[in-house]
């Protein structure tokens, strides 16, 4: 008899059985009584994975943002080329930080959430929460330049052992991979130890992220009993998955054509009829490195930019343009926020706009790997990361089409700077 053969089921598949599961076993106890079990012996299960990834957050971060930093060495051949393009890319990233923080404050998904239940469960996490306020608070009655002392460590080790004190470790990493581009050859060995070194960590994040269904599982059948079985917490995320498709569908057919207008000589319904193919393909594979070659393909042959152009900037943007992404994390931070019922001050708004474009240079382009760079976000501005768990089971389609939104924006400032 021959072997049988084993049905793969996707990740995202897992995930999303995981927490239907959750769901169920979550109304199962509840209308059993079980609900301490689960608190005891079925939550303990999620947070561990939630550790896990605080765990593999700060290593991520940390090399993932040299080797992004450091990967722009063309840009001392192409000066010009190269900084016009860093400068586009960082702007249109900001956009899109922006707008999806604006499109979450206004709609607010999360408040759907009964807001006694919410009070109820923050006071779990209120330890954490009200140190960030306050020191939010301290911050905004000191000097216009206090915030510097956030920013720049005076101990790597000890930022580095604080998930909350991601801006120092982003910061020294930052600093790392500039002097290692000025430092040139001489840089090489310490570069190819961070090769080696990013391997191993992606492969631990690819460990981590196939307990993923079970963590899931595990948090939300603890969520589910957290609240009760308020189905307001399922109203909230079918807003927030609107809100999140909505935006970034605004940022491909009025953002980018607007760019496009603006700074190309490419008539804006000619670009979006040629984006298509790439913006399905990008969509079906959830990958823009997968994508690059179709994008090359297209911005060269149908777009008409020069080979000189296209082949440096497309790369780049495959490393450090992430305007998708980068809109979805602002939306689903601040969604968490307003689930947990948890006042967000100004400079927490800030610092979330200001972690999540630095961190699109060092978002891995593997599945699992905004994970990871949300729960250093969520901790960063003093939000529970085991809120990930409600947005985790419904985020393939998002991804898929994050991902579109990602190629698009290469695309665009490809034109822009070879129209330039």
């Not at 080329?81 to 960082?90: A, H, N, Q, R, V």
């Not at 982003?170 to 040139?184: T, Y």
């Not at 990361?385 to 985790?392: D, F, P, W, Y």
Request: net charge neutral; hydrophobic share 50%; proline share 4%.
């Amino acid at each position: 008899m021959g072997k049988t053969k084993r049905i793969k089921i996707e990740l995202y598949i897992q995930i999303l059985i995981g927490m239907v599961l959750g769901i169920i076993v979550g109304f199962a106890a509840l209308a059993v009584g079980g609900a301490g079990f689960i608190q005891d012996w079925i939550k303990p299960w999620g947070q561990l994975f939630i550790h896990l990834l605080q765990l593999i957050a700060v290593p991520l971060v940390f090399v993932s943002l040299v080797k992004g930093v450091t990967g722009l060495h063309d840009i001392s051949r192409f000066s010009r080329l190269g900084w016009k393009t860093l400068i586009f890319y960082i702007c249109t990233t900001i956009f899109a930080v922006l707008f999806g923080v604006l499109a979450c404050t206004v709609v607010k998904p999360g408040a759907l959430v009964n807001k006694e239940r919410a009070m109820e469960i923050q006071k779990d996490y209120i330890t954490l929460s009200s140190q960030k306020a306050e020191e939010a608070k301290a911050e905004s009655n000191r000097g216009p330049l206090n915030f510097l002392d956030e920013v720049v460590p005076d101990n790597i080790v000890n930022a580095a052992s604080n998930n909350s004190k991601m801006l120092q470790v982003i910061f020294f990493a930052i600093f790392l991979g500039i002097a290692a581009l000025v430092v040139g050859e001489k840089a090489t060995p310490v570069l190819q130890f961070f090769d080696s070194l990013n391997d191993i960590i992606l492969k631990m994040v690819d460990f981590i992220i196939k307990l993923a269904p079970y963590g899931v599982l595990a948090l939300m059948a603890g969520l589910v009993t957290d609240f009760e079985g308020d189905a307001s917490i399922f109203s909230a995320l079918g807003i927030y998955a609107l809100t999140v498709a909505i935006s970034l569908i605004c940022l491909l057919l009025f953002f980018y054509p607007t760019l496009i207008r603006i700074f190309t000589h490419v008539k804006p319904g000619y670009f979006i009829r040629s984006m298509y193919p790439v913006q399905l393909f990008a969509f079906t594979t959830s990958s823009s490195a997968v994508t690059l070659p179709v994008n090359l393909n297209t911005v060269q042959n149908k777009l008409k930019v020069s080979e000189e152009v296209s082949s440096f900037v497309l790369p780049v943007g495959v490393t450090i343009n992430m305007d998708g992404t980068s809109c979805y994390q602002a939306i689903a931070v601040i969604f968490i926020a307003q689930v947990l019922n948890i006042d967000l001050t100004l400079i927490q708004m800030l610092t979330i706009i200001f972690m999540t474009v630095l961190s699109s240079i060092g978002t891995p382009g593997i599945p699992g790997g905004s994970y990871v760079i949300l729960t250093m976000v969520l901790t960063s501005v003093g939000i529970p990361a085991e809120g990930l768990a409600l947005i985790l089971g419904i985020d393939r389609p998002l991804d898929m089409l994050r991902t579109s939104v990602n190629v698009t924006g290469d695309a665009t400032v490809a034109c822009i700077v070879d129209g330039k």
